[in-house]
Structure formats: structure tokens, C-alpha cells
């Protein structure tokens, strides 16, 4: 199977549609499709994105005698290593609005597999803890979730975290125009409403960085 195939099986698998998996993974709905009609590939931290949404490991894509068994045939045997990274929680995240942000460390940490770092310096990342429900279903309340710092968002749609009024910190969908003086940062849980920035408040929000995995506890 190509890798295009093995993106549409695991997608059908899952019961999701395009446009489903391309909310998701906060990408466009033709990327979906030109993945799966194999026009082009997705970047390797989209792989972790995908595998996090199909619910399969990175070697599904890439290894030939790997398959993704049917929902009746069970789950693939989890893989395991001993050679991850600890990261402290520095602080909390709103996935909503109106939540002063701040870095604190109350000791708090969290293990992650070296490989998901995909050979990036481990300085180059950090991990928030999720408050509130505004991105329900994809980030719930507690989640703990691996930020890859940077300042601007690749494209509009990523999953960023954002501070905003100088002072309040939030996780949301960015969405943009590139060139144009407004950002809007909307919930993916619909009872939310998205908040606009324009013109100058846009000179008082920093991008902090964009969302790369969700680590979630399945027993709190």
C-alpha cells in the first residue's frame, strides 16, 4: 500500500471523513485528499498528527509488513521504549478566553518518548496543562499538551497558543490572512464563540508557539 492508501484505510477505519481528519490535525481539507490520491506527503510532524487521530503508530506508515487491523480484529500491540524526555509543567493554558496566562512549576512532570521530538532539541518544546472545555473533544480539561516554540503560525487553522491583551493566554484555532490586520481565534467546541483581534490589539498578542501532540490521562 502506498502512504496515500494507508492514510485513506486508517481514516475509513476510524469512521472519520476528510474534512473530519483535516479538523483534527488543523489542516486544510484538500491537504486530506491530496495526501490520500498520494500528490504529495505530509510533513513528518503531521505523521504524529495523523497517528494521534487514526490511532496508530508512526511504523503504520512506513513499514510494509505494518497493517492497521479492522475495528474487529483488535488493536495493534503498543511499542514501548525507554528513552524519552521529562518535561516540567510550566504552567496552564486556557482552551477558552479571558484567562491571565503565567509560567509557574509546582513540580510537575511528564514523560515523553524522545522519538515524538522528531530530532528537535528538547529546549525547542515545552508542555501546558489545558484548563476549560472550549476544545472539547480535541483538548479536554487536564490534557497536557507538547507546544513546539515558535513566534508566528505556519498557516492559518494550526492550533496555537496564543497571549493576547498582553496579559491572557489561550489554545484556539488561529485563523488569518496573511497581509491583512486582523487574526481570529476560534473554539473548535461550537457552544464557544471565536474572538476577533484587530488593528492595533494585534500589536499586544504573541504567538507562543503551536500545538504538536496531546497527552492525556484516560483514568482522571
Excluded at 497517528?51 to 503504520?60: E, F, G, H
Aim: include cysteine; proline fraction near 7%.
Amino acid at each position: 500500500m502506498t502512504l496515500g492508501e494507508k492514510i485513506r484505510a486508517a481514516r475509513k477505519a476510524k469512521g472519520l471523513t476528510q474534512k473530519e481528519l483535516a479538523s483534527k490535525i488543523g489542516a486544510a481539507h484538500n491537504s486530506i485528499s491530496n495526501w490520500e490520491n498520494n500528490q504529495n506527503n505530509p510533513d513528518p510532524n503531521t505523521i504524529q498528527n495523523l497517528c494521534w487521530a487514526l490511532d496508530v503508530q508512526p511504523n503504520y506508515f512506513f513499514d510494509d509488513e505494518y497493517t492497521r487491523p479492522s475495528p474487529h480484529t483488535g488493536t495493534p500491540s503498543p511499542v514501548t521504549t525507554d528513552d524519552v524526555v521529562s518535561f516540567p509543567v510550566v504552567g496552564e493554558v486556557a482552551a477558552g478566553f479571558d484567562h491571565y496566562s503565567y509560567e509557574n512549576w509546582a513540580g510537575d512532570s511528564i514523560e515523553i518518548p524522545r522519538s515524538y521530538l522528531h530530532g528537535r532539541d528538547q529546549s525547542d518544546f515545552f508542555v501546558l496543562k489545558v484548563i476549560g472545555d472550549s476544545m472539547y473533544p480535541d483538548y479536554q480539561d487536564g490534557d497536557h499538551v507538547l507546544v513546539l516554540r515558535q513566534s508566528t503560525m505556519d498557516r492559518s487553522g494550526q492550533i496555537g497558543v496564543v497571549i493576547y491583551g498582553d496579559d491572557k493566554g489561550t489554545l484556539k484555532r488561529i485563523e488569518y490572512v496573511p497581509g491583512e490586520d486582523w487574526m481570529t481565534m476560534r473554539p473548535i467546541n461550537p457552544q464557544y464563540p471565536p474572538v476577533t483581534i484587530k488593528n492595533e490589539a494585534l500589536e499586544h498578542c504573541t504567538v507562543l508557539g503551536v500545538a504538536k501532540m496531546v497527552i492525556r490521562d484516560l483514568e482522571q
